[in-house]
């Protein structure tokens, strides 16, 4: 069942179609980006997820940002993912990152995600979350 989410999830995004993980999210969602870059840390609540890290993160972009799904492994409320987000920003530089998402699902809801990436391709491809 939680494989299926996030298939669901990833056929959505992988076209940048970001409605299906939006609506998968808890009210009470965390997501917790790891490293000492400026946008490394935990953001608290669906509502701050898209107000403080998405909306400033994809004011970024110049062009659709996707994400392919390579490996998803579920186990209880457990699932991890391994995918590659690919987009240019508006600088032109390419920000095309490989990430490993360690979720938490309860009642078919996102309730946690921990996001280990390339944080050097974050620190040179974006600007930090304030002067996005």
């Not at 996030?6 to 917790?32: H, K, M, P």
């Not at 870059?37 to 509502?47: A, C, H, L, N, V």
């Amino acid at each position: 069942m939680n494989k299926q989410l996030f298939a669901d999830i990833f056929a959505g995004l992988s076209v940048g179609d970001g409605r299906r993980f939006i609506d998968s999210l808890a009210e009470d969602f965390c997501w917790t980006i790891t490293g000492t870059t400026p946008w490394s840390g935990t953001y608290r609540g669906k509502e701050a997820v898209r107000t403080t890290l998405l909306q400033p993160l994809f004011a970024q972009f110049g062009d659709r940002y996707t994400n392919a799904l390579h490996r998803i492994v579920a186990e209880g409320d457990c699932v991890v993912v391994e995918c590659r987000g690919k987009v240019t920003t508006k600088t032109g530089k390419p920000y095309n990152n490989t990430y490993c998402w360690v979720c938490r699902v309860a009642d078919g809801k996102l309730t946690e995600l921990i996001e280990y990436l390339d944080t050097e391709l974050v620190t040179t491809a974006l600007l930090p979350p304030q002067a996005a």
